[in-house]
């Protein structure tokens, strides 16, 4: 996140260099969001912000500490909410008002709380918990997501000031430079290697302040050095342009798939502080020479506002035309309304609150903070109003009959569950916390449903799409007298075929789940185990036409395992896929319901492994294929009997699978017969 630009009367002296430097890292943003196939790695421009904030904020914190011996942690955030507050609240109260014209109903509830959570700088948090949960997977992006790095920020600057206070206190006492050198050098390595330890293993690393505070340490110890003198102008001029290299090449080699940050940001960052370092250096053949340009200078002082607007006009956008993408003429358009609005914060925004100083001291600071998040949460309650208009729908079982009507054409009475609701619907065990997560790798006590007493213990192995039965099966366990037993997993497939993680590498934990289930089971002797599994699931070896013989091959040798122990094996084909933004296109399109249907054989695109797996079972496995109840004359609704059938693209809503249950039974019956 750019910070604000800063002026001659709180800094050492202007560097326009250092403007030209966030006019790179804002346009590498830029790009990158309107178009990223132009520049797959620009995110890394967020990265050379932080490392120009560590080195601008350090060097006041360190002139002020070495100067007057103290820090004025109040006069430091005045600073702070002064320059960036402001255009920041004017953004997010925009983008509130437009959401709740532009947006679907159905990410109004999420885009309220990414409000409420940019407005109280805690974004970063929100994201890195949605980023850890399997069930917001295909949760769409808000239009004001990117304030993540401003919490990084501001966040930061919860602990740097507090580490010049206690060098301030140590100085008095005889400590020198070297003692705030260890505590910043010590701080910059812890979060280092938390941050290469946690990239590619933990989801939310990206959003972390632990696993980014070593990017603005970098130009804090950065700060410390160049306030005691330059580097020689022989080093510095080839050492600018290195620095530039460095970006660019991390800004076109980098993509969506690089482990990020870790390792990988070591090239964006070092190469940031070697720009800075550099400094000003004469003559044309230097790299300050370009970013010391009147139309560099010009666009690192709109960066901030530059970088807070872009974001949002795009995703509106795209809420709007309803594409995956801009394209390069309606990018060029948004680009250029970014560069405009921009500029009128700027001038209108933050120079007059800047140069009119109207925030003073620290309560000044803590009123205009709190002022900000008060009223951007009342236009999150406008959002809600919206939302709660429309989410008001009672189950009524003369209404909402689900299956019995395939194949008929929609009623218009309302669809329950509601599109703003259909993501809630989940089964209950994952109230009761029965699904396990990725990082697990054996049970340790699973969920036991119905009597202890049961006739029939039934176990259920697989992952969320296996998951997603256990309401119909409940109610098949109510009136059989079954006690279910369950084993499900997120996003591992029930195969002992080593298969790709969430991040891509091997999903270790899902292999040894799997194989720990195996002995579960021989100790639990079910009566019989229902499995199911998504289809896209990948092994982590071989192509396309490698993924069913190879996962079969995995399922038989688990199934075979079983079968020693165990009762008959049903395995329930994968259910049809749906449109990513099936919700969505439900909540937009209630007058024409067919709009939001898809091809059969779009559906069913993809091979279920498991029918593959029964076909090489000599006996004691069995397929049963319930597609026939989602699809009707060639193609598969969103909303079946006025019940919506999809929660996201590829899982159930609770509601129809519970109104399958018999239809569930009757299938099991046929085939185990």
Not at 175 to 196: E, F, I, Y
Not at 391 to 397: A, K, L, R
Not at 583 to 597: F, H, P, S
Request: glycine share 8%.
């Amino acid at each position: 996140m750019p910070s604000a630009p800063t002026t001659a009367a709180v800094e050492r002296r202007f560097r326009p260099e250092v403007q030209g430097l966030r006019a790179v890292a804002v346009v590498l943003v830029l790009v990158y969001h309107l178009e990223p196939s132009l520049l797959p790695g620009g995110y890394v421009g967020v990265d050379v912000f932080f490392v120009i904030s560590g080195f601008l904020i350090t060097s006041l914190l360190y002139r002020e500490a070495s100067g007057q011996g103290r820090i004025s942690v109040a006069r430091f955030y005045a600073r702070r909410v002064r320059r960036l507050l402001p255009a920041a609240t004017v953004v997010l109260l925009a983008t509130g008002a437009a959401s709740y014209f532009l947006l679907p109903v159905t990410r109004l509830t999420d885009t309220m709380w990414q409000l409420i959570a940019s407005a109280a700088y805690v974004e970063n948090l929100y994201l890195a918990r949605q980023a850890v949960d399997y069930l917001a997977a295909e949760t769409a992006p808000s239009p004001v997501q990117h304030f993540w790095s401003l919490s990084v920020e501001e966040q930061f600057y919860l602990v740097w000031p507090l580490l010049f206070i206690v060098w301030a206190a140590l100085r008095r006492r005889g400590a020198g430079t070297r003692t705030l050198v260890a505590l910043l050098g010590s701080l910059l390595a812890v979060s280092l290697l938390w941050s290469v330890v946690a990239t590619g293993g933990e989801p939310s690393a990206y959003f972390l302040p632990t696993t980014r505070a070593w990017e603005l340490a970098v130009g804090g110890l950065l700060a410390i050095g160049l306030a005691h003198g330059r580097l020689p102008e022989r080093v510095r001029l080839p050492l600018g342009w290195a620095g530039l290299a460095a970006i660019v090449a991390s800004a076109v080699l980098y993509d969506a798939s690089t482990p990020f940050p870790g390792w990988a940001a070591l090239l964006p960052v070092l190469g940031s502080a070697a720009v800075i370092a550099a400094e000003h250096v004469p003559g044309p053949l230097s790299a300050s020479a370009p970013l010391s340009t009147a139309p560099a200078r010009w666009i690192g002082d709109l960066s901030y506002s530059l970088y807070l607007w872009h974001w949002p006009l795009i995703v509106l956008v795209l809420a709007v035309t309803g594409g995956d993408g801009l394209g390069l003429p309606l990018a060029a358009a948004v680009g250029t309304a970014s560069v405009l609005l921009a500029w009128a914060t700027k001038v209108w925004v933050e120079d007059p609150v800047r140069d009119h100083r109207l925030v003073r001291g620290g309560r000044g600071a803590l009123a205009a903070a709190v002022s900000g998040v008060l009223v951007v949460a009342a236009v999150g309650a406008a959002l809600y109003v919206r939302v709660d208009r429309v989410e008001s729908v009672e189950f009524d079982p003369s209404v909402h009959v689900g299956p019995q009507a395939l194949g008929q054409a929609p009623t218009g009475d309302p669809v329950y569950p509601s599109p703003v609701r259909a993501e809630e619907d989940l089964p209950v065990l994952y109230d009761d916390d029965c699904q396990a997560s990725q990082e697990a790798s054996a049970p340790e006590d699973p969920c036991v449903y119905g009597p202890e007493g049961a006739e029939r213990t039934v176990a259920v192995v697989g992952d969320s799409h296996s998951a997603q039965w256990v309401p119909a099966l409940m109610e098949l366990g109510e009136e059989r007298g079954w006690r279910l037993v369950l084993y499900t997993k997120s996003s591992c497939a029930f195969t002992d075929t080593m298969t790709r993680g969430p991040e891509g590498g091997p999903y270790e934990s899902c292999r040894a789940w799997n194989r720990a289930v195996v002995g579960e089971l021989a100790e639990l002797e079910p009566d019989l185990v229902v499995a199911s599994s998504s289809t896209s699931a990948v092994p982590l070896e071989g192509g396309e036409d490698d993924r069913v013989p190879m996962l079969a091959e995995g399922m038989t040798r688990l199934w075979d395992e079983i079968g020693e122990a165990s009762g008959p094996i049903v395995a329930v084909r994968d259910t049809p896929r749906q449109r990513r933004d099936v919700v969505e296109c439900v909540a937009g399109n209630a007058d024409d319901l067919d709009a939001c249907a898809i091809p059969l054989e779009e559906a069913l695109e993809r091979d279920d492994p498991q029918e593959e797996a029964v076909g090489a079972m000599a006996d004691g496995a069995a397929l049963v294929d319930m597609s026939d109840l989602f699809c009707a004359d060639g193609a598969c609704p969103a909303v079946i009997g006025n019940v919506m059938v999809y929660r996201d693209s590829g899982h159930i809503t609770s509601t129809y699978i519970s109104l399958l249950a018999d239809h569930l039974g009757e299938r099991i019956d046929e085939a185990l017969a």
